[in-house]
C-alpha cells in the first residue's frame, strides 16, 4: 500500500470543491500545486474523500469485532464509531474490551432456545450478517428502487466527451445550437449540435495559453465562466489564470483581457454587446471594452473575492461578494449607487429580474433576499432552506421578459438537496422540488418559463413543470451535475458533469 501527500493533496482539494468551498479549494489547491499533479480528475469519483474514509471507519469497527485469535465476535459494538473516534487508540481499545465484557455476559445468559433461534438469524438466507451487512444491503435496494422509477422516462442523449477533467459551466449560443463548456483541464469547447450541419456533433477545443519563455504554454488553470454575446458571435471566457478571453464562434481567440490579479469568478456580457463585466478574487469588478479589450474601469469596492455580477442595463451593474455586501454600480461613477447589506455569510449569487427593478441574492446563511434601488433594507427575507443557497435564477416571465403576460418566479439551488420556487409578489414558497438526493448546484427556467431543469451532485437531471410542480422527466448521468442550461429554441437542456462529460438531452416528443 502506498500513499502520496500529492494524493491526499488532491482528495481534500476535491472534497472542498464539491463541498462548496471554492475559495478555500483555490487557495489549497495553490499552496499544494494541484495543477502540477499527475493524477487524472475525470478517474476520481465524486465524494471519494468521504468513500475511503467510511471504508476505514469500517475496518476499524471490524477489527473491533474480531478476537485476538482472528474468530469474529457474533454480534455488534454496543456504538457505532465517529471518524474521530477512530484515530484515538484509547477509545477503541475501550469499546473493544466494553463489547468482549457484553457478549461475555450475553453468552452467560443464553438458554438454548435463545441460542437455536440466534442462529437461525444468523444464517437467513444462506449468509452471515456482519457488522450491518444486511442493513445495508437492504437501503441500497430501496435506493435503487427509487432510481428504477426515474429511468422509466427515457429522454433521447447525445453524451459529449473531449474534456480531460471537471467540466463546471456550459451555456447555449443564443441564436444556434452550438454549446460552449468550460473545463478544470484548462479548455473550453463549443459542441456543433446543429441537425444537418456537416460532422455531426464537432468539437472546437479553446485552449487557454499564457505566455512563458516566448511561447504559448497550457494554464493548467479551471476554466470558471463564460458568456455569449446576444447575437451568438462572440464566447467570452474567464479563467483561475486571471484572465478574461474573446473568442469567435468559429473557436479563434480574439482578444486576451488582462487586468485582474488572480482567478476570475465570473463575466458577462452587457445586452448590447459592448461590454464585458467581469469579478475577481482580487476583490474587484472590472468593465471591459469588447472591441478593443480594454479596461474601461475598475470598481475596487468589496473588501473580499467578488464572486457575482450582473448587469442591470447596459452600463449599471450589481455585484456580490464574501464580504456579504452586495453593491450596485455604473460606469463612470467613482462611487457604488447603492450598498445592500443584511446577509450574514457571502453572498454567492444575485440576479436582476427582467424588468431590472428588483435583485435577487442567495447566501451561506441560507437566505435569500430580495432588493430594490427604491430602499435600503430588502423587500423579502426569504427563509425556507436549511443549508447554503448556491445559486438563483429568475423565470423569463412577467414585465420586461418576451413572456409578459405570465408570472414572474425565482427559483433557487441548495446544499440541502432541494430546489424551491418562490413567487416574489407574495414573498412565499410555492413549490419545494425534492426529487434530489446531494447538493443543487444548477437551475435553468426554459425560454417559455413553463419547466424548470436542475442538477445534482447526485448524476441526475431533473426536468419540472413550473406550475404545479410536478416531475416530468429524468436522466441520470455518468457524473455530478455542475451545470444545466436550456437552448434558445427550449427542446434542448446542456448538462455539465464532474466525470468531464457533456450531456445533451433532447426533449422533443
Not at 14 to 26: K, P
Not at 72 to 100: C, K, N, W, Y
Not at 175 to 182: C, F, R
Request: hydrophobic share 35%; net charge negative.
Amino acid at each position: 500500500m502506498s500513499i502520496t501527500s500529492d494524493e491526499v493533496n488532491f482528495l481534500v482539494y476535491r472534497y472542498l470543491q464539491e463541498s462548496g468551498f471554492s475559495h478555500s479549494a483555490f487557495t489549497f489547491g495553490m499552496e499544494s500545486h494541484i495543477s502540477q499533479s499527475n493524477i487524472n480528475g475525470t478517474l476520481v469519483p465524486p465524494a471519494a474523500l468521504i468513500s475511503i474514509l467510511q471504508k476505514g471507519l469500517q475496518y476499524v469497527e471490524a477489527e473491533i469485532s474480531i478476537n485476538e485469535d482472528g474468530t469474529v465476535f457474533d454480534g455488534r459494538p454496543i456504538e457505532s464509531l465517529s471518524l474521530v473516534d477512530a484515530v484515538m487508540p484509547d477509545v477503541v481499545h475501550t469499546r473493544q474490551q466494553a463489547f468482549r465484557d457484553k457478549l461475555a455476559e450475553q453468552q452467560k445468559a443464553i438458554s438454548s432456545s435463545s441460542s437455536s433461534a440466534a442462529q437461525s438469524h444468523a444464517t437467513n438466507n444462506g449468509e452471515t450478517s456482519l457488522n450491518g451487512e444486511e442493513n445495508g444491503t437492504h437501503a441500497l435496494h430501496n435506493h435503487m428502487e427509487v432510481m428504477e422509477v426515474d429511468s422509466e422516462v427515457q429522454i433521447p442523449t447525445t453524451v459529449l466527451r473531449g474534456h480531460e477533467s471537471e467540466v463546471f459551466i456550459c451555456a447555449w449560443n443564443p441564436v444556434t445550437d452550438l454549446l460552449a463548456s468550460g473545463s478544470g483541464d484548462s479548455t473550453a469547447r463549443i459542441w456543433n449540435l446543429i441537425e444537418n450541419s456537416s460532422g455531426g456533433s464537432t468539437q472546437l477545443v479553446l485552449r487557454h495559453c499564457i505566455r512563458e519563455g516566448g511561447q504559448d504554454v497550457p494554464s493548467n488553470k479551471d476554466v470558471t465562466s463564460l458568456d455569449w454575446n446576444s447575437d451568438g458571435t462572440l464566447l467570452a471566457t474567464g479563467s483561475y489564470d486571471g484572465f478574461a478571453r474573446i473568442w469567435t464562434k468559429d473557436g479563434n481567440l480574439s482578444s486576451t483581457l488582462g487586468q485582474h490579479k488572480g482567478p476570475i469568478f465570473a463575466l458577462k456580457w452587457n445586452k448590447k454587446g459592448n461590454s464585458i463585466l467581469s469579478a475577481g478574487v482580487d476583490k474587484t469588478t472590472i468593465i471591459w471594452d469588447a472591441q478593443t479589450g480594454e479596461a474601461k474601469q475598475q470598481f475596487p469596492f468589496h473588501s473580499a473575492p467578488a464572486l457575482d455580477v450582473d448587469w442591470q442595463n447596459n452600463s449599471t451593474f450589481a455585484s456580490c461578494s464574501t464580504d456579504m455586501c452586495i453593491h450596485v454600480c455604473r460606469l463612470g461613477s467613482e462611487r457604488p449607487l447603492k450598498t445592500f447589506q443584511g446577509h450574514t455569510n457571502e453572498v454567492n449569487a444575485i440576479k436582476w429580474d427582467p424588468s431590472g427593478m428588483l435583485l435577487a441574492s442567495c447566501s451561506d446563511d441560507m437566505t435569500l433576499k430580495i432588493w430594490s434601488m427604491k430602499q435600503d433594507t430588502c423587500v423579502h427575507n426569504l427563509e425556507a432552506h436549511n443549508k447554503e443557497i448556491y445559486t438563483i435564477k429568475w423565470s423569463p416571465t412577467g414585465t420586461g421578459s418576451s413572456n409578459p403576460n405570465a408570472n414572474m418566479l425565482l427559483a433557487s439551488a441548495s446544499f440541502d438537496s432541494t430546489v424551491r420556487l418562490w413567487d416574489v409578489d407574495r414573498g412565499v414558497c410555492i413549490h419545494t422540488l425534492t426529487k434530489h438526493q446531494e447538493p443543487v448546484y444548477s437551475v435553468a427556467f426554459s425560454p417559455d418559463g413553463k419547466f424548470l431543469a436542475s442538477g445534482s451532485f447526485d448524476k441526475c437531471v431533473h426536468i419540472w413543470d413550473t406550475l404545479s410542480g410536478a416531475l416530468v422527466n429524468s436522466y441520470r448521468g455518468t457524473g455530478g451535475i455542475f451545470e444545466v442550461c436550456w437552448n434558445s429554441v427550449g427542446d434542448k437542456v446542456g448538462a455539465s458533469a464532474s466525470d468531464g462529460s457533456v450531456c445533451v438531452l433532447d426533449l422533443r416528443k
